[in-house]
């Protein structure tokens, strides 16, 4: 069955660095766009970032532009997000998403605290 597992969060300091894995089964990988969102306590699930099958097109959201970096690698099954300059804002789980087969799956996520 799909599944992605993410891990890579943990506790950091504000102007901080974190990089995020997003290991996927289940699908043929490749041919397959992928995103990161995020939630935060009390908040909505909101988009971080997404990246195309071949890698070649990314988006990010206005609160991560410059600050984050998603990438790929294809023949690891695998989805990465560089968080650069981390702010107490961007305290929340990561999950890893895809739209596969018309469904969208998710992962458990990954906590990232940004506390000094």
């Known amino acids: 069955q799909v599944q992605f597992v993410e891990s890579g969060g943990g506790l950091v300091q504000p102007g901080g660095s974190l990089k995020l894995s997003c290991v996927a089964s289940?699908?043929?990988?490749?041919?397959?766009?992928l995103n990161w969102f995020r939630q935060a306590p009390g908040k909505v699930r909101e988009f971080v970032a997404a990246?195309?099958?071949?890698?070649?097109?990314?988006n990010y959201a206005d609160s991560v532009k410059g600050r984050a970096t998603i990438s790929r690698d294809n023949a690891k099954n695998t989805a990465y997000l560089q968080m650069n300059s981390l702010k107490p804002e961007d305290t929340a789980v990561y999950y890893c998403?895809?739209?596969?087969?018309?469904?969208?799956?998710w992962g458990q996520g990954t906590q990232v605290t940004v506390s000094s």
């Open positions: 990246i195309s099958s071949t890698g070649l097109i990314t």
């Open positions: 998403n895809g739209n596969i087969r018309g469904y969208n799956y």
């Open positions: 289940g699908f043929t990988f490749s041919t397959h766009g």
